[in-house]
């Protein structure tokens, strides 16, 4: 079934928390100020994708890839995810409790497409007030299904939300291009690879090359399975991914585990994440048949 994208409004009277006022005045430094500084300085900012006369200098470094489950309140599906190093992803339209565990935060979005309801901005301005400081990172507003609508609603609210000491991710999902987004990403702005099954495993790969040449994060949601973790790892070279499984059967923690470990130990040499900028295409290899 093919639920029709509801164009949410943003309340004018929009306030941003109290606690990213300092970010905003300059007063305090979070992780994204610091990396977008540290980025612009030695030219790994990623503006080298679209100006050759800029020198690359991002050096290759295979990173980990980081899972992370949707919170659960079941202590042993947690006690599982501790010992095994995985972290929490909280959605703002479930209950905001972060267990003591390292998270990130979600929109929402996806719940609310799941319910046949337009995007909760109440919910998510709730849930940015309390956890958004402190979030690995944070999954900008979207639209399911909305294509280049989405990512108008989530540009505006990239404005609103920029000083944010936390990472921020555009979503990406069926009709969206490489092209679409590149300018915005940067160390401090990655991606959020939604969209349906068929079109994320199709264009995985190209985000991936987007992600290397903008040197940005690139995560992938709806992962629960060793399969789809091994080609998120080679395949699309992603820093991170999430899933459902580790947070309703405890069982599923260790050999999901496996697997991120497996394929950071035996890293496919065609990954992104392991490529110079030279043999990253501009295009990033993007589907023919989508063009």
């Known amino acids: 079934m093919i639920i029709e994208p509801n164009e949410p409004s943003s309340p004018p009277d929009y306030r941003q928390p109290d606690w990213l006022v300092p970010y905003a005045q300059g007063s305090r430094t979070g992780y994204a100020q610091a990396v977008r500084a540290y980025a612009d300085y030695y030219c790994v900012d990623g503006t080298a994708d679209c100006d050759p006369e800029v020198e690359e200098r991002i050096s290759i470094s295979r990173t980990p890839l980081v899972p992370y489950a949707s919170r659960t309140g079941t202590k042993q599906n947690l006690a599982a995810m501790r010992a095994n190093g995985w972290r929490l992803l909280v959605s703002a339209k479930g209950v905001l409790r972060t267990e003591g565990m390292p998270y990130a935060l979600d929109n929402g979005a996806w719940s609310a497409f799941t319910q046949n ?50 990472k921020l991710l555009l979503a990406v999902q069926d009709g969206m291009r490489p092209d679409d987004v590149r300018e915005f990403l940067s160390p401090a702005v990655g991606l959020f690879v939604g969209g349906s099954t068929e079109w994320k495993l199709k264009t995985l790969h190209a985000w991936g090359f987007l992600a290397r040449r903008r040197n940005c994060h690139l995560h992938v949601g709806r992962v629960n399975s060793a399969k789809r973790i091994l080609l998120c790892s ?58």
């Open 117 to 166: 309801q337009p995007f909760d901005v109440p919910a998510f301005e709730r849930a940015f007030d309390l956890l958004g400081e402190r979030a690995d990172w944070v999954v900008l507003p979207d639209i399911v299904a909305g294509g280049l609508k989405s990512l108008d609603f989530s540009l505006r609210w990239l404005e609103r939300l920029k000083d944010c000491p936390a």
């Open 234 to 291: 080679a395949a699309g070279g992603a820093h991170s991914i999430d899933g459902t499984s580790a947070s309703m059967y405890s069982k599923t923690v260790a050999p999901l585990t496996a697997a991120v470990k497996l394929g950071h130990d035996q890293a496919d040499f065609l990954s992104p994440n392991g490529q110079d900028f030279e043999s990253t295409p501009f295009d990033c290899g993007w589907p023919r048949d989508l063009s």
